[in-house]
């Protein structure tokens, strides 16, 4: 059945038994049918996060004229699988890259850390085994539908680790997510979690914010539980524990700019971005560039907020929004410079001063484009929750 008949037939099925219910009770099998229409994500209870599924699908032009050319975008076609997109990862082949600061003005001049000691020494990273990295950037749909899962799993709580009830979520001690707060982008709603509005636009297929580095761990396990792959993580501990074990975990640090950089084949590969540079642009304003708005979100571009996944050129790997956007939390805790990191793509996992602090990569909506350059890393503890702090999964083959 195609997408605009399934859609019609669907309006047609909730409107024949609600007319039917005010005659009459449906029965069993009526009531099994309206829930098979209606349960869109799959999560086995229909409410607002499938009404609003349901909306942008049908709002979506290319579902009901097939002539159009279409774009690229992350709104699924109504079929027997969950409508919530799947999180999509590309394989990306094993390599050597150099990683760091490469001496570029732009990378050197803008530089954040005193001296620049944080992005050198500049060292040869061999990356000996492919691995999976997240097409887009996790969003508040993903996220939403995960913490419904886990709900009803009985894994939520709240900040004094009763059953969870509305607030902010916390699972093990640990905030996942703030939702008491008028930046975030998903909300409960009793009985569930769903993404927010604003500006009359959906937040669905925007990248997910104000999650902890716990939060994204916490998201991790449960979608490998969730799909029956091996956990990566102890949440008990909140330690990595089964790195290569094929369950979806968080990039290292090295992973993370390998992927970001692009192939061997991309000759900007060692630029300031995977995309090149505009030698003429101010990278600590937010001034406007054409080059720069055709491959990421920053201050010079956002509409007062982060943008939907995907809709800025892929690097040459096809991954979407390395830059700009929302920061990206990496597996690693934060050294000062590179001085003894890892040279094989492994996370460092030894903590560094007090309190230790974990790396996030890659940029901001709000952040100028200094900070969204391909060596750019900075640091927070794993409790913070960021207005433009997000993340996406790696998992190894």
Known sequence: MNT???LLVLLGTLFFFSNQAICQTPTPTQTQAIHNMTDLNLDGVTNSLDLILFVNAWNDRSLVNPTLTPTPTLLPTMTETPITPSVELLTLPSGSFLMGNTGNFHDLYYCMCDGCTCEFPRHEVNIGYSFQMGKYEIT???YADLLNWAKAQGYLNSSAGASYSGGDVYHGGQRLIILDSPQSDIEFIAPSFTPKTRNNESMAWHPVHEVSWY???AFCNWLSEKEGQVQAYSLAGWSLVNRQGGGYRLPSEAEWEYACRGSAANDKR????WFGDDPELELFSCAYSSIFDQNMVWCANANAWSEEV???QPNDY????MHGNVFEWCE?????SYTGAPVDGSPWEVPFGFPPVKVYRGGDWIGEASSARSSFRTWTPPTWKGAAVGFRLARSL
Do not use: R
């Open 4 to 6: 605009s008949v399934k």
């Open 140 to 142: 508040n749909a993903q």
């Open 215 to 217: 939060g994204a761990v």
């Open 270 to 273: 060692y630029s300031p971005f």
């Open 310 to 312: 995907g809709k800025k």
């Open 318 to 321: 096809g991954l979407y929004d």
């Open 332 to 336: 690693d805790w934060w050294h000062e």
